[in-house]
T-cell receptor, first 110, second 118 residues
Framework: AQRVTQPEKLLSVFKGAPVELKCNYSYSGSPELFWYVQYSRQRLQLLLR??SRESIKGFTADLNKGETSFHLKKPFAQEEDSAMYYC????????????FGTGTRLQVFP | GAVVSQHPSRVICKSGTSVKIECRSLDFQATTMFWYRQFPKQSLMLMATSNEGSKATYEQGVEKDKFLINHASLTLSTLTVTSAHPEDSSFYICSATGVLAGVTNEQFFGPGTRLTVL
């Protein structure tokens, strides 16, 4: 079955602390993995995807096929990182649907 | 980046009426549009996938006669909630992917439509 699991509903940290948002997936084949972010009162937007291997806003995520994980990390959290983060997977075709995890709310306290 | 709009942003209707929600890709041709439903503090649930000029593909458990989807052009898809009831109250979000996304399958999301059925 195709599934994305985000075990934490809420993650609270202080500014400057490291952050790791966990994501595990189940997929038969070679999926593409994404992290989407939704800031308060804003639309969902792509944060990063595993194939680009980019670091966006200080966030990185490495695809670990052995552990079927795609955890999102940032060494030093900022208050403006507070948002809802969704991990998602898709097949490799342009029209493939996204399967979302349940999301993790990140709260960064000053 | 690509922009996707939705109209209306918020709608309140009486039980039994039908409501149409529009999703537009403003600066690119959307070959595929997706419709999601999001309950409070929950994840996005895919309702259907819509390809331009063809019938939508609905996810299991989604009533296609209840949620009518039309994707008549490369920039517009509509979702019509027919004979709406209070349990249809939700946040409906569309996304689009297409030529602007290049070789990747990035979906660009609309701002969502809050439907409240009284």
């Amino acid at each position: 079955a195709q599934r994305v699991t985000q075990p934490e509903k809420l993650l609270s940290v202080f500014k400057g602390a490291p952050v790791e948002l966990k994501c595990n997936y189940s997929y038969s084949g070679s999926p593409e993995l994404f992290w989407y972010v939704q800031y308060s009162r804003q639309r969902l937007q792509l944060l990063l995807r595993h194939i680009s291997r980019e670091s966006i806003k200080g966030f990185t995520a490495d695809l670990n096929k052995g552990e079927t994980s795609f955890h999102l990390k940032k060494p030093f959290a900022q208050e403006e990182d507070s948002a809802m983060y969704y991990c998602a997977l898709s097949g490799s075709y342009n029209t493939d649907k996204l399967i979302f995890g349940t999301g993790t709310r990140l709260q960064v306290f000053p | 980046g690509a922009v996707v709009s939705q109209h209306p942003s918020r709608v309140i209707c009486k039980s039994g009426t039908s409501v149409k929600i529009e999703c537009r890709s403003l600066d690119f041709q959307a070959t595929t549009m997706f419709w999601y439903r999001q309950f409070p503090k929950q994840s996005l649930m895919l309702m259907a996938t819509s390809n331009e000029g063809s019938k939508a593909t609905y996810e299991q458990g989604v009533e296609k006669d209840k949620f009518l989807i039309n994707h008549a052009s490369l920039t517009l898809s509509t979702l019509t909630v027919t004979s709406a009831h209070p349990e249809d109250s939700s946040f409906y979000i569309c996304s689009a992917t297409g030529v602007l996304a290049g070789v990747t399958n990035e979906q660009f999301f609309g701002p969502g439509t809050r439907l409240t059925v009284l």
